[in-house]
């Protein structure tokens, strides 16, 4: 039943970390600061399949007033498993065509930044398609976990090590809907590592 799953989605939630009101006022400063910064770059906003994409809604409609030519697009990026932990190995893919990359203002747009990996092989995908700049806001970051030494220009939130879902974040493909985001209970990913 509807309700039943709901609810018991939820409840595998030890803590709340970011209330939707705490997401949505800092999203909101972002968006006006990005705004700013794009205004005259006909930005090319990418977000990164699929843990970006609640963030990804939210951040473009506070890009307010709107840089001319603002476009939007994905690409899939995937580094884990069914697991909590990184497999170490970043696989890039999509549609996106160098020819649409070269030249712009590239604004990537993250779930998460933890070891880095994701962050660096994206950026090197952009740069190496000869995007004239090349950056990146992430909604979180574990500066704990950092593996390559990587720092977003744009960041939302810093949170500590501990695995995180909802707005956008999965486990094994579930909790994405949730409109917060809180600390998985770790009894229930326990030998997924
Ligand atoms: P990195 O390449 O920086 O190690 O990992 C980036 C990706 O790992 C993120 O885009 C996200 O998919 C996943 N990830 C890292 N930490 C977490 C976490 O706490 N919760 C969830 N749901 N995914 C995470
Ligand atoms: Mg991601
Ligand atoms: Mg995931």
Excluded at 70 to 75: A, G, M, P, Q
Aim: proline residues 4%; aromatic residues 8%; hydrophobic residues 45%.
């Amino acid at each position: 039943m509807v309700t039943q799953r709901a609810a018991s989605l939820h409840a595998d939630i030890g803590e709340v970390l970011l209330t939707p009101e705490t997401i949505a006022q800092r999203v909101g400063e972002l968006g006006r600061e990005l705004a700013g910064d794009y205004a005259d770059k006909r930005p090319l906003v990418v977000g990164t399949l699929k843990g970006a994409v609640v963030f990804m809604a939210d951040l473009v409609r506070a890009i307010e007033p709107v840089p001319a030519g603002l476009s939007l697009e994905f690409i899939r990026a995937s580094s884990y498993g069914a697991g909590t932990v990184s497999s170490g190995k970043v696989a890039l893919g999509g549609t996106l065509a160098a020819a649409d990359i070269a030249g712009r203002h590239v604004l990537l747009v993250e779930d998460i930044v933890d070891s880095g990996r994701t962050a660096v092989a994206l950026v090197d995908h952009f740069k190496a398609a000869g995007a004239a700049s090349v950056k990146m806001a992430s909604l979180l970051s574990k500066p704990a976990r950092r593996t390559c030494a990587y720092k977003p220009e744009y960041l939302c939130f810093e949170v500590e090590d501990k695995f995180v879902v909802g707005y956008g974040l999965d486990f094994d493909e579930q909790y994405r809907s949730l409109p917060y985001v809180g600390v998985l209970r770790p009894e229930l990913y326990t030998g997924f590592e």
